[in-house]
C-alpha cells in the first residue's frame, strides 16, 4: 500500500511538472530562457518550428509607450517569419550581418489597466549591435544565450500588445541527424531526418502501378525513422489487414500532372472539419494566399496524430505548424506543378476527448502521405475545382483535436470581395454603417440601446429634452419609414423641443455629467443640426465632452443608462447614404432544381427561439454502421443526442433550457416538485393516511397544500425573474402580476377547501377551460394568428383560400389540404413532398441493407434536406406575408419546416408518411397535458401531478431546415436576442459571401474585469477575458459552428451557483454558407 501511494506521488509530481512547465525543451537544439510580464493574453510559442543552425536575418520590434510586438525573420535552413502582438506601434529593425547571432534581451514591465505587459525591450548581438524600442520601468529583467545559442523565436502570451516574453534559444550550429533515412532504390537518398516522398514517372510499358509504403515499424530497408518522443501519442498500432498501414507514406507512379484549373471562386476556402471541441484554436487563413507554391508536408503520428507541418515557399516563405513534438514524422516532397487536393480524417475518444488519429493527404499527381491509426469515425474532403491546400485550421495541444482545411486559389485571385449576398438586388450590409460615440457620465441605472430600433433610411422629426438641474429624459421622436418613439429617462423636469426641417438632421452632440448623491449622472445635453438649430437642457459642469457625427453621418439613436434620469448617453450615428435590408427584397433561390426564381429574404426569424416549457428534453438516435452521428447530433457515449436548438439553447445534462436559465435553477425546479410531494405528504401525515384523511377531513388535507403552493411559487418566481431580467418600475409590476396570476391560479382551491367550500366545482370549471384550450392551442400552433376567443371564428389557411368549419377538428394543419389548393405555395409543397419521398427512398433503395440510422445520417447532408426545404417554405412565407402579420408568417413557416422534419423522420425509420397531419395534435396534446397537470395539481394533496407536470416537456431536436441565411442585420438574419443588460446593445452583421469567419469585437464599458463564456449547439466552447473597459476580438470559422446556437453569456456565480447580479446572455444562429459567409458582431458588455 505504501508503494503504490509512493508510485501514485511520483505520477502526481510528474504531472504537475508536465502542467507547470509546459516547455521543457526536448532535446539539447532548443533551450528556453526565464519569461518577463505577466498572465494575460493568449499563449504562443515558436518551440516547434524552431530548429538548431538557423540563420536569423532580422528582428523587429513595434513600439510606442509599450512593446506592442515583435518579429524574427528566418531565411535558412526553412524561411519562415515568427511574429506576435498587435499592429500598433512604430518599427525598429535590426538586420543582422553574417555570422552575427542575437544573444541577450532585456525586458521591461509594469501595469497597464490592471495588466502586467511588457513596456520595454532591447535585444542585443554577439558583434554589439543593439536594437530598443518603449518605455523603461523599474521592474526590469534579462536572459543571455547559453553559450554556442542565439535567439530562435519567442514564447509567452500576448494580444494587441505584449504581456508576457520569453527567449527560445537555439543552437548556432546544426545539431547532428541520426538515424537517416535509407531511401528506396528508385529515389535519391536525400539525407533527412524523416521519410521523404517524390513523385516518380510512369513505365513505358503499360502495368500496374507500383506502390512504395515507407512504415517506421517495419524491418526492411524502405526507411528507419527517428525514436517517437515520449511527449507522443504512443505507440503505432496496425490497421485491418487491407488498409494502408497505420503511420505510412505511399509514393504512386502517374504521369505529369495537367495544368491546374482555373478556380471561380474567392482565393481561400474552408472545408468542413473533423475531431472535437477541445484544445487551442489555430488558423492559418490570414496567412494563407491564392498563387502560393506548397514544398513538402509533415505528418507527425503514432496511435494518434501529434501534429503536422506545411512547408511554403512562395510568394512569401512560410511554415505553418500545429501540435505538439511527438509520434514519428512522415513527409511528402511536391514536385513542381504538384499540389495537395484530399485530406482523409479519422477520429475517436481518448480520455473522453475526441481527437484525430489518422490523417492521410492526396496530391494531383497521384502520391500520399499517412500517420496514425484508422478508427471507424472518418471523413474526407476533397479541393475544389482549380484549388489546392493552402494551410490549416482547428484546435491543438499536444495532438491535434480538431482539423480542417484552408483551401487557395492555385492561380493568383485578385480577391476583391464584395460584403453583398450572392443574388442579392438590394445594397450591401456592412457594420461600419453605423458608429457610436463615447459614453458619457456613469454605470447606474438600467442599461438601453436604440440599436434594434434604428432603420438607415428613417427620418427624425423631433427631439425633446426633459431637464431641470439635471436631464431626466430625452426622445427622438421618428416619422418614416415608420412612427417610432425613442424615450429614455423618467418623467421630471420640464420639456424642450427641436423639430427639424426637411433634409436637417442632428450633427453633434454635447454632454455635461457630475455627482447626485454619490452616482454620476448626465446635467447638460445640447444638440445640433446641420442647418445649425440647436437645443439644450439642464446645468453645465466641468466634466463634459462633444461627439460629432463623422462625415456622411447623422444621429440615429441612443444608448446607455437611464431610469428616473439619465445616467449616461451615447449617440448612435448611421451613414446618410445606407439603405435598409427588407425580409421581401428579392433573392434567388438557394434550392437545387426544386425551387427555381426569386423569393422573399431566407432571415431566421423571431419566433423559432422562442421556448414553450421550462425545459425540452434531448432527442436521441443511434449512431449509423460506422459511428457517425446524423446532422445536429453530438455523439454522448453511447448514443446520440441533439443539439441544443435556439428555443432552448443551454445544455442541461439529457435537458436543454431556454436562453439565460441556468442548470442548478432547472435542478431545482424538479428537486422542489419532489420536495412538495415530501412536504406534502409529511403534513397530510398528520391526519392518517392520505385517501383516508381526504375522504373524511379533505379541508385540512387540502388546506396544508398551501405549503407547497408556497414552494412553487418561488420555484416560478426565480425561473421567471431569471429569464425575463426584469428592470425598473414597470417590469418590477409584471413581475407582481406574475406572482399575483401565480398565487390566483392556485390558492383559490386551497383557500375553498380551508373554509369548507366544495373544491369539484372549481376542478370542473378547470375541465371546461380544458376543453376551450385544446381549441386555441390548435389553432394558435397550426396557424399562428392572433387568437380570437369564440370558437366559430375562421381562421385562413396558408394561401389565404381555405377556411375551417369550426373548432372541433383534430388538426387544422392537414397538409393534404394545404397542398390541394391552386396557389403556387401549395403547389410548390406538394413538388418539394415528392421530392422528399424520392430523395429518402433512393438512399434506402441504394443501399438496401442499411440501417435507419445510416439512411439518417445521409439524407440529413442530402441537398432537399439542407436546401431544399427551407427554400420552398420560405417561398410560402413570401405568400403568407399578404394576409398575416410577420410574426404569425414565421410561426407558420417554422410549423411547415417542423412538419416536413416529421414526414423525413418517418420515410427514414418506416418507409411510409401519413404527411405529417398529426403534427400539430402531437404538439397541442403535450401542451394540454401539461396544462391539465398542473390544474390538477391544485386538487391533489400529495403533489404528485404536479410533479409529474415538472417532467412532461417536449422531447427537442435540433434547430433544423433553416439552410443558407442570407444577408442582414443579426438581429433580422441570425435572430440576435439579448436578456438582461450585460449584452445590451449588441449588434453586427452576417453575409453569405465570405472568408468563413465569425469575427467578435467584445467591446467592455463594464467596471469590473469579466469572462464571456462562448458555447456552441450546447457545449462550452471558448471563454473570453476581457479586462474592464477593454476591446477584445474572437475569432472562429464558420465551419467549426455552423449549424449551431451561439451562445455567450457573462457570470458572476453567488452562492451555490445561484445567479448573481452580473448575469446576462446572448444568442443567434451560426448558418453554414456554401460562399464562405461572413459574421461580424460587436459584443457589447455593460455592468449590470
Known amino acids: 500500500m505504501v508503494l503504490q501511494s509512493i508510485t501514485t506521488i511520483l505520477q502526481l509530481v510528474a504531472i504537475t511538472v508536465l502542467l507547470v512547465v509546459p516547455r521543457v525543451a526536448s532535446d539539447d537544439a532548443v533551450q528556453l530562457s526565464e519569461s518577463f510580464g505577466g498572465p494575460h493574453g493568449n499563449d504562443f510559442s515558436d518551440q516547434a518550428a524552431v530548429v538548431s543552425g538557423q540563420t536569423v536575418t532580422s528582428v523587429t520590434i513595434r513600439a510606442g509607450d509599450r512593446v506592442d510586438g515583435v518579429s524574427l525573420v528566418i531565411s535558412g535552413p526553412t524561411a519562415q517569419t515568427f511574429t506576435h502582438g498587435g499592429t500598433g506601434g512604430t518599427d525598429n529593425t535590426l538586420t543582422l550581418a553574417a555570422g552575427e547571432h542575437i544573444t541577450s534581451m532585456e525586458a521591461h514591465w509594469d501595469k497597464k489597466d490592471d495588466h502586467t505587459r511588457v513596456f520595454y525591450l532591447s535585444f542585443s548581438t554577439s558583434a554589439g549591435n543593439t536594437v530598443s524600442g518603449g518605455t523603461q520601468t523599474d521592474s526590469t529583467g534579462s536572459a543571455t544565450a547559453p553559450a554556442g545559442y542565439q535567439l530562435g523565436g519567442f514564447f509567452g502570451r500576448d494580444g494587441d500588445e505584449i504581456d508576457l516574453l520569453g527567449a527560445i534559444w537555439s543552437s548556432v550550429t546544426a545539431a547532428d541527424t541520426a538515424p537517416g533515412t535509407v531511401a528506396p532504390p528508385d529515389i535519391p537518398d536525400t539525407s533527412t531526418t524523416a521519410p521523404v516522398a517524390q513523385a516518380t514517372t510512369e513505365p513505358s ?42 503511420g505510412s507514406l505511399e509514393v504512386s507512379a502517374s504521369p505529369t500532372p495537367a495544368p491546374a484549373p482555373k478556380a471561380s471562386g474567392p482565393a481561400v476556402q474552408l472545408s468542413e472539419t473533423f475531431g472535437g471541441p477541445h484544445g487551442n484554436e489555430f488558423s492559418d487563413q490570414a496567412a494563407a494566399v491564392s498563387g502560393q507554391t506548397i514544398t513538402s508536408l509533415t505528418v507527425r503520428g503514432a496511435a494518434r496524430i501529434d501534429g503536422f507541418t506545411l512547408e511554403v515557399s512562395a510568394p512569401t516563405a512560410q511554415t505553418f505548424t500545429h501540435g505538439g513534438t511527438g509520434g514519428d514524422p512522415y513527409t511528402l516532397k511536391l514536385g513542381a506543378g504538384e499540389y495537395i487536393t484530399s485530406m482523409e480524417v479519422h477520429w475517436g475518444q481518448k480520455e473522453g476527448h475526441t481527437r484525430v488519429f489518422y490523417l492521410n493527404f492526396g496530391t494531383s499527381a497521384g502520391n500520399s502521405v499517412s500517420a496514425g491509426t484508422q478508427t471507424d469515425e472518418k471523413g474526407s474532403v476533397t479541393a475544389p475545382e ?108 420640464s420639456d424642450k423641443t427641436l423639430t427639424l426641417g426637411p433634409g436637417e438632421y442632428i450633427t453633434s452632440m454635447e454632454a455635461h455629467w457630475g455627482k447626485k448623491d454619490d452616482h454620476t449622472r448626465v446635467f447638460y445635453l445640447k444638440f445640433t443640426t446641420s442647418a445649425g438649430n440647436s437645443i439644450e437642457g439642464g446645468t453645465t459642469t466641468d466634466d463634459n465632452a462633444v461627439a460629432k457625427a463623422p462625415d456622411g453621418f447623422q444621429l440615429a439613436g441612443f444608448y446607455g443608462r437611464a431610469e428616473d434620469e439619465v445616467d449616461q448617453i451615447g449617440a448612435i450615428w448611421t451613414r446618410i447614404s445606407a439603405k435598409d435590408l427588407s425580409l421581401t427584397d428579392e433573392e434567388e433561390s438557394s434550392g437545387s432544381g426544386v425551387l427555381f426564381g426569386t423569393t422573399i429574404r431566407n432571415w431566421v426569424g423571431p419566433t423559432i427561439g422562442q421556448h414553450s416549457d421550462t425545459a425540452c428534453y434531448r432527442k436521441s438516435v443511434d449512431f449509423d454502421s460506422n459511428n457517425i452521428c446524423p446532422l445536429g447530433y453530438g455523439k454522448e457515449d453511447t448514443n446520440c443526442q441533439a443539439q441544443c436548438p435556439l428555443s432552448y439553447p443551454i445544455q442541461c445534462s439529457l435537458e436543454c433550457i431556454p436562453q439565460n436559465d441556468d442548470c442548478v435553477l432547472e435542478a431545482l425546479s424538479k428537486i422542489g416538485s419532489v420536495v412538495a410531494v ?19 377531513a379533505k379541508w385540512a388535507v387540502t388546506c396544508a397544500a398551501n405549503v407547497v403552493n408556497v414552494v412553487r411559487g418561488l420555484i416560478y418566481y426565480l425561473r421567471y425573474r431569471q429569464t425575463t431580467a426584469p428592470q425598473g418600475d414597470t417590469a418590477e409590476l409584471l413581475t407582481a402580476a406574475y406572482q399575483t396570476d401565480v398565487v390566483v391560479y392556485d390558492l383559490p382551491v386551497a383557500v375553498c377547501a380551508c373554509l369548507g367550500l366544495p373544491v369539484p366545482k372549481n376542478a370542473k370549471f378547470a375541465d371546461m377551460v380544458l376543453v376551450i384550450v385544446e381549441g386555441i392551442v390548435k389553432q394558435a400552433i397550426t396557424n399562428g394568428d392572433e387568437i380570437i376567443s369564440t370558437g366559430e371564428n375562421v381562421l385562413k389557411l396558408l394561401t389565404g383560400t381555405g377556411a375551417l368549419n369550426g373548432t372541433d377538428m383534430t388538426t387544422v394543419d392537414d397538409l393534404q389540404d394545404l397542398i390541394s389548393t391552386n396557389s403556387s405555395c401549395g403547389y410548390e409543397l406538394k413538388r418539394l413532398t415528392d421530392h422528399v419521398i424520392r430523395q429518402v427512398n433512393d438512399v434506402r433503395n441504394s443501399t438496401p441493407d442499411a440501417s435507419p440510422n445510416d439512411v439518417r445520417v445521409k439524407v440529413y447532408k442530402s441537398s432537399i434536406v439542407m436546401n431544399d426545404i427551407p427554400a420552398v417554405t420560405n417561398l410560402c412565407m413570401g405568400e403568407l406575408l399578404g394576409n398575416k402579420t410577420i410574426t404569425a408568417a414565421f410561426e407558420t413557416r417554422d410549423m411547415l419546416r417542423k412538419t416536413f422534419g416529421v414526414i423525413v423522420d418517418q420515410l427514414i425509420d418506416t418507409g411510409t408518411t401519413d404527411m405529417g397531419k398529426d403534427v400539430a395534435k402531437d404538439d397541442y396534446m403535450l401542451k394540454v397535458a401539461n396544462m391539465g397537470l398542473v390544474v390538477l395539481s391544485t386538487i391533489d394533496p400529495t403533489g404528485i401531478a404536479y410533479m409529474a407536470s415538472q417532467f412532461v416537456q417536449p422531447i427537442c431536436g435540433p434547430t433544423a431546415y433553416l439552410g443558407e441565411i442570407d444577408d442582414g442585420r443579426l438581429s433580422d438574419a441570425l435572430g440576435l436576442t439579448t436578456v438582461d443588460e450585460a449584452f445590451v446593445g449588441s449588434y453586427g452583421t452576417w453575409t453569405k459571401k465570405g472568408d468563413g469567419v465569425v469575427h467578435l469585437i467584445l467591446e467592455s ?17 471558448a471563454e473570453v477575458k476581457v479586462g474592464a473597459g477593454e476591446t477584445v476580438t474572437w475569432d472562429a470559422t464558420i465551419p467549426e459552428l455552423q449549424d449551431k446556437t451561439l451562445y455567450l453569456d457573462r457570470w458572476r456565480p453567488g452562492i451555490l451557483g445561484l445567479p448573481g447580479s452580473g448575469g446576462g446572455s446572448l444568442l443567434l444562429w451560426v448558418p453554414r454558407s456554401s460562399e464562405g459567409g461572413h459574421l461580424e458582431m460587436h459584443v457589447r458588455i455593460n455592468p449590470s
Open 678 to 696: 415530501a412536504l406534502n405528504a409529511a403534513t397530510g401525515g398528520v391526519f392518517g393516511d392520505i385517501l383516508a384523511a381526504y375522504k373524511t
Open 1005 to 1021: 464599458v463594464d467596471i469590473y474585469d469579466v469572462k464571456v463564456v462562448v458555447h456552441s449547439g450546447g457545449d462550452k466552447y
Open 205 to 246: 510499358t503499360p502495368g500496374p502501378i507500383s506502390q512504395t509504403s515507407l512504415d517506421p515499424t517495419s524491418s526492411g530497408s524502405a526507411a528507419v525513422a527517428p525514436p517517437a518522443s515520449s511527449a507522443g501519442s504512443g505507440s503505432a498500432v496496425p490497421v485491418p489487414s487491407g488498409s494502408a498501414t497505420s
Open 386 to 493: 482549380g484549388y489546392q491546400l493552402g494551410g490549416f485550421f482547428g484546435r491543438d495541444g499536444d495532438e491535434i483535436d480538431l482539423l480542417g482545411v484552408v483551401w487557395t486559389s492555385i492561380a493568383v485571385v485578385d480577391d476583391t470581395a464584395t460584403t453583398a449576398g450572392s443574388g442579392s438586388t438590394a445594397a450591401a450590409v456592412t457594420d461600419e454603417d453605423i458608429v457610436l460615440s463615447a459614453l458619457y457620465g456613469g454605470p447606474h441605472g438600467n442599461a438601453f440601446s436604440d440599436i434594434d430600433s434604428i432603420k438607415f433610411t428613417q427620418t427624425v422629426s423631433s427631439i425633446t429634452l426633459r431637464s431641470d438641474k439635471r436631464v431626466d429624459a430625452i426622445t427622438l421622436q421618428i416619422t418614416t419609414p415608420a412612427e417610432v418613439t425613442m424615450n429614455h429617462g423618467g418623467t421630471g423636469g
